[in-house]
């Protein structure tokens, strides 16, 4: 979604915050602007579409001012035109303003700014904020930011400068993330820490409801009530080869194939499959209240949502408490029953995704112990949960998420054994567990070295219109998953569903031909899943099964087979869903879609 960056500092502004813009980029935008102070003027340049494009009407050698801000829009209010793109400036021509998020109140404010006199020339939440600090500047751009957000109900994370103060940078945020980078004479504000990366790994990561004053002489952080806040100066632990392509063509094949590697990443220091424990420092101080937990809700949107639907499996199977799966979008809003005992558990690869967030917050208000399971160090609900475990799978960057996913089963995984250990679970038992998830890593190499076999798949049937997914326990979620990849980044649709449903309506689908992917491996309901096969084949539809390595039965019965190693049941989705990204992926690319930057989707989804 939205990307911010504002350059303060010695180097010329304006191509330092366009690379900061590239590196954004992969979070989806549809416009693109910067605005610059370069003696005592300010410069705007906006325009609709890449960044390459705005690059186009640029001379970044001619502006050479030192403070820059730039932004990547995604539209919501109002198209995605050059007017509506940010920076968006104040009617006097002095202030410039970006802005992530929804001002909610902004009609109200229209009409207000309108009683003043103002026009307002775009169609945008965000020029109302502008406008608004442009009637209140007094000489004081921090003042005129500070005085106007008291007045803002909605989101944002925002970055102002103003002509006439040359070396100030102002930024802001309350739920929309932002971070400063403190280099050597010069800061790198951003909405993701990626932007940063190629200047600094030292940076101050802004809560909510604080306002930074960014000048030459360092960063002054406080409250909207001009309360000083002291802020720590904190260390990014991605590098930037990590999110750079590494000689692939695709960030999400990159993701796919160091999918091992990630795991190895995410159970070091954790699984301990010597003594036959695990260690999560995340959560050192609450295993006391999580033995006492009486229910356990996971939360999440997308493909955090799949993984939280093992995560239920696993927590339900391997801790024996009751665990539930909450559309996070839906669990906000729905007066959730929290008692004593309930322990809410948000899954987000970003940490950012806005309902996500809101349904933790929703949690905590109604007295839940919340947990976050999120990827991205330092980000909001990383801060905003009372403990948690982070991925350690290193930055995705594609827009279909791939290691997030098996990084948050494998940290389920962990969770739920830590937990099931304290509660019943013998130590035999425990051992065998994390000795087969530490054989993880290796067995998704093998699958991995398949590429080509799913890449057929994808080369048979990338042109058929629908697709389904079925699969059953464990594997359901990853039917819904294998769904959700294909429609995402091939525009195929494709539905996943729980196998023995599809008796129940879906079977009325089946036509001559139609691909059917089966996730068959071995395990305690595979004999149903065999029946669910015949039912399908039988009305003509051409079936794919994804199948435990050495199983010759299912070959009579699938058309094709793409084999898995043997795993127990609980850690197969580690395993299945892996052909399911790849099929996806070919797909994609065979049908010559953006495969990193699906259209009218965002990595990040920090609005509604
Ligand atoms: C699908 C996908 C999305 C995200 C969802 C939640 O490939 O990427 O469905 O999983 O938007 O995002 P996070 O995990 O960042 O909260």
């Known amino acids: 979604m939205c990307g911010i960056v504002g350059y303060l500092g010695p180097k010329p502004a304006?191509?330092?915050?366009?690379?900061?813009?590239?590196?954004?980029?992969?979070r989806g935008y549809d416009s693109a602007g910067v605005a610059v102070v370069r003696d005592g003027r300010l410069g705007v340049h906006k325009s609709a579409g890449r960044i390459h494009v705005l690059e186009q009407s640029l001379d970044l050698n001619a502006e050479e001012g030192h403070l820059a801000i730039a932004h990547t829009r995604w539209a919501t209010h109002g198209a995605p035109n050059d007017v509506n793109a940010h920076p968006h400036i104040d009617a006097s021509g002095r202030i410039a303003l970006v802005h992530n998020g929804i001002i909610e109140n902004y009609q109200a404010l229209r009409k207000y700014l309108t009683q003043q006199g103002i026009t307002l020339v775009s169609e945008t939440d965000t020029e109302c904020l502008v406008q608004m600090i442009g009637l209140r500047y007094r000489g004081d751009i921090e003042q005129a930011v500070r005085e106007v957000l008291l007045d803002i109900d909605g989101t944002y994370g925002i970055a102002v400068i103003c002509k006439d103060e040359p070396d100030v940078l102002v930024a802001a945020r309350k739920g929309s993330p932002l971070i400063v980078g403190v280099g050597k004479d010069e800061f790198i504000l951003a909405s993701d820490a990626s932007a940063i990366l190629a200047h600094t790994s030292h940076v101050i990561y802004l809560s909510d409801g604080e306002i930074v004053r960014i000048t030459p002489q360092g960063v002054r952080t406080t409250t909207l009530n001009a309360l000083p806040v002291t802020k720590e100066l904190e260390e990014i632990e991605w590098t930037l080869e990590q999110i750079e392509l590494g000689g692939h063509e695709h960030y999400m094949a990159k993701e796919i194939f160091e999918q091992p590697e990630a795991l190895r990443n995410c159970m070091r220091g954790r699984v301990d499959g010597k003594h036959g424990t695990v260690h999560l420092g995340g959560l050192a101080e609450h295993w006391r209240e999580l033995t006492r937990a009486r229910r356990i809700v996971l939360t999440g949107c997308g493909t955090a949502w799949h993984a939280a639907l093992v995560g239920e499996y696993l927590f339900e199977e391997l801790a024996r408490v009751p665990t539930e799966t909450e559309y996070a979008s839906e669990f906000r809003y729905r007066n959730p029953i929290i008692e004593d005992g309930t322990v809410v558990v948000a899954i987000s690869q970003s940490g950012e995704t806005l309902d996500t967030y809101a349904a933790l917050?929703?949690?905590?208000?109604?007295?839940a112990l919340s947990l976050g399971v999120v990827n991205v160090v330092g980000s909001t609900i990383a801060r905003e949960t009372d403990a948690g475990v982070y991925l350690h799978v290193g930055p995705e960057i594609g827009v279909a998420s791939t290691k997030a996913f098996s990084g948050q089963v494998t940290v389920m995984a962990m969770i739920a054994a830590a937990l099931g250990r304290r509660k019943h679970m013998s130590q035999p038992s425990m051992e065998l567990f994390l000795s087969a998830l530490s054989e993880v890593p290796d067995k998704m190499q093998r699958i991995l070295e398949q590429a080509d076999l799913c890449r057929e798949v994808a080369q048979r049937f990338h042109e058929r219109d629908n697709w389904l997914y079925l699969g059953r326990g464990y594997n359901y979620p990853v039917a819904l998953e294998g769904a959700l990849k294909l429609k995402e980044i091939s525009y195929i649709h494709a539905e996943g569903l729980p196998a023995a449903e599809v008796k129940h309506g879906p079977l009325a689908l089946i036509e001559e031909g139609m691909p059917v992917v089966f996730i068959a491996p071995n395990g305690f309901q595979y004999d149903k899943i065999v029946s669910n096969i015949m039912e399908v084949k039988s009305r003509g539809?051409?079936?794919?099964?994804?199948?435990?390595?050495g199983n010759r039965e299912i070959a009579r019965l699938a058309e094709q087979v793409i084999y898995v190693p043997d795993i127990i049941d609980p850690l197969q989705p580690l395993l299945t869903v892996v052909p399911l990204q790849l099929i996806a992926f070919h797909a994609a690319v065979l049908r010559g879609c953006n495969v990193d930057k699906p259209r009218n989707l965002a990595k990040s989804v920090t609005v509604e």
């Open 14 to 26: 304006l191509p330092v915050v366009v690379e900061g813009l590239k590196r954004l980029e992969y």
């Open 361 to 367: 917050r929703e949690a905590k208000q109604r007295g």
């Open 541 to 549: 539809g051409h079936v794919i099964a994804v199948a435990t390595e």
